[in-house]
Each structure stands twice: as C-alpha cells, then as structure tokens.
C-alpha cells in the first residue's frame, strides 16, 4: 500500500486553505459539542461518528482517511502535525451526548446513532429518486428488498464511521448520503451512455444539487472522486466553466 501523500508546493498550498474553510481540527470539535477531550475521544473509539480525516505528518505529507479505508494508504501515521475532521461529525457527536446525559454508555449512544442512520435510511431508499441507480441490490423492479437494504446501510455506515463519506459530505444524514450516491449514479450514467443522455438543463440542475450535497474532496482526490466525475465533467461537457474550490 502506498505511503501517506506528498504534494507539490502549490498542491499543498491548496490543501492548507481547503482545510482551513470546510474541516476542524480537535480543539474546535471539542469546543463545538461542548464535552470534554476525553469524552469526545471514547466516543469516536466506539464508532459514534468519524475519526481523523486527514491528517498532515511532520514531513508534509497528507494522509487521507478515504486512502486508508479503500486500501490505498496506511493507517494514519505515527508522527503527525495536524489532524481534520468533518465538521458534520459535531452534529453526530452531539446526538450521542444526549444519550450519554441520559445515563447511557457510549457504547449504547453510538448505537443509538447507528440505529437513528438505520431509521432514515430504511424510510428514504424507497423515495429517494434514482437510489435503484445506485443500490441496484436494494430493488427488485421499484420494491425495496429489505434485508438487502439493511445490509447496505450497514455498510454505509461503516463508511461513514470509518472516514470515507468523511471526506465528501458537507453533512451526513440517511437522505443526504442516498441522494448524493443517486445523483452521483444518474449523472454518471448520461455521461457514459448515450441512451441515458439527460436534457442539458436537468444535467445541470442534477450537479448543482451535488455540489450542495459534497464537498471538494482534496485536490488529489477530486479528478477521480464524485466532484470530477459528477460535476466537474458535466461543466465542461456543457461549456459552462469549472469550479474552483481551493
């Protein structure tokens, strides 16, 4: 597996200001939900939302989450600088607080917050346009299959707890991970196939919705991620400019 990323000068420039504007670093997520260090970390030990996700080492190289969970990387790596995480992870660290100020364990509150992902994804997989796009062995025709569906919003989860929707979502919820993954499926599929070719307008209006949905990814990551294939590709297609996020 690979080493933990080095970046060019102007790469790594990039990558101080993506941090700065979308991600906290441990001070501000403690700060943020109000619990002690300490709380904080048995929390993301036990799975209640995600760890790091990215992290610069001493020797300027990034180390990404989404690397380590797909393969790509190690683990995070021993000697550190600055560690990232997703600012969405406050909202779900903050709905395991209330379980743990109810008198339960952090064991039961990251299981409270799994089973709540559990809930919205079971109710949204059947409404959410495009979803048999994306989670095809979820469907039998429009049926929803529901142990199948199950199944996957375990994984999904896993995901998320493990860094790699981490890396992409402005927020995490049951409905937004479904509709980012639906979006992303339809407009990669008119892309690539001309009899699922979309109107330009409703291309357009399916990407800006991503947008909304995901962040940049770092610079790295984008060309090859949901942001370039799902919305910086259909831009240029269209003639339509191009985004730039760092």
Not at 42 to 54: D, F, M, S, T, W
Not at 67 to 80: D, L, S
């Amino acid at each position: 597996m690979e080493e933990a990323t080095p970046l060019n000068k102007k790469m790594n420039e990039q990558m101080q200001r993506y941090m700065a504007l979308h991600f906290v670093d441990c001070e501000a997520l403690v700060r943020r939900t109000g619990a002690s260090k300490e709380t904080i970390d048995e929390l993301l030990k036990v799975g209640a939302a995600p760890g790091v996700i990215y992290v610069q080492s001493n020797d300027g190289s990034w180390w990404s989450a989404l690397g380590a969970y797909v393969g790509r990387e190690e683990k995070i790596p021993p000697a550190t600088g600055l560690s990232w995480y997703n600012p969405a992870a406050v909202w779900w660290l903050r709905r395991a607080l209330l379980s743990v100020k109810s008198g339960q364990s952090v064991v039961e509150a990251s299981a409270n917050n799994k089973a709540h992902f559990m809930k919205g994804f079971m109710t949204a997989i059947g409404s959410v346009e495009y979803a048999s796009l994306a989670y095809p062995n979820c469907f039998d025709d429009a049926e929803v299959l529901a142990d199948n569906a199950r199944t996957t919003c375990d994984a999904e989860w896993d995901a998320w707890v493990k860094g790699a929707y981490g890396v992409c979502m402005r927020r995490f919820s049951a409905e937004g991970c479904i509709e980012k993954e639906a979006l992303r499926a339809r407009i990669v599929l008119a892309l690539e196939n001309e009899d699922h070719k979309l109107a330009d307008d409703v291309l357009l209006s399916m990407a800006e919705r991503l947008e909304a949905l995901v962040l940049p990814f770092a610079p790295w990551e984008r060309p090859g991620g949901t942001p370039g294939k799902a919305i910086d590709e259909p831009l240029a297609r269209l003639g339509l400019g191009a985004e730039e996020p760092y």
